[in-house]
């Protein structure tokens, strides 16, 4: 992997080069370097291992998810702020199977990085919301789950949104419920 501002010095040369092959009456080899040189501008905006990684999590592959992920050594060199936010997102999802706690904290840096996609910010912030709903904080995540509801704006994570409503009320109903039985006997 190329540190970020290795990619456009990379691109810079080929431009430059390219602008030679066109003084020089190379018109096409000048019109491939400019598209060669697109390459690494696109790669400085999307990292390459990041693109793999989101990969391999559609087919559902958290360890090549992971590998790709832990090639970025250092992410806040080599890496552009929402690419940021992207890499501790994708590792908030794979750690939420196993560790809660990691998890939040990736969702909570993914959120402060910003993320590009409205989509992935509503679903960084609708696992935040079942991650303190989880752990007893019901007003933050009701809070989240409206933000995220916000934010999903082509309804992708409606499905997702619902669920996770009548999770909440049918955990709140009970404690009413059994509330208001005790009063009862106390009467």
Do not use: C
Not at 71 to 98: C, D, R
Not at 115 to 124: G, I
């Amino acid at each position: 992997m190329y540190n970020k501002n290795i990619k456009l010095f990379i691109a810079f040369l080929i431009i430059a080069y390219a602008v030679y092959q066109f003084t020089e009456g190379f018109i096409g080899n000048g019109i491939m370097l400019i598209l060669l040189s697109l390459i690494f501008v696109f790669l400085y905006f999307k990292n390459e291992f990041i693109l793999l990684a989101f990969l391999k999590l559609r087919k559902q592959d958290f360890e090549g998810a992971t590998k790709w992920l832990n090639k970025i050594k250092n992410p806040s060199s080599a890496l552009v702020k929402k690419q940021e936010g992207y890499y501790n997102f994708l590792h908030g999802i794979m750690v939420s199977q196993t560790n809660m706690n990691e998890a939040e904290k990736y969702f909570k840096n993914a959120v402060s990085l910003g993320l590009t996609m409205d989509h992935d910010m509503a679903m960084a912030k609708l696992n935040l919301a079942g991650i303190a709903f989880s752990k007893r904080r019901p007003q933050e995540a009701k809070i989240l789950m409206n933000e995220a509801q916000k934010l999903d704006k082509r309804g992708m994570l409606t499905d997702q949104i619902k669920m996770m409503k009548d999770s909440m009320k049918k955990a709140q109903i009970p404690n009413q419920h059994y509330g208001g039985a005790r009063q009862g006997r106390r009467r």
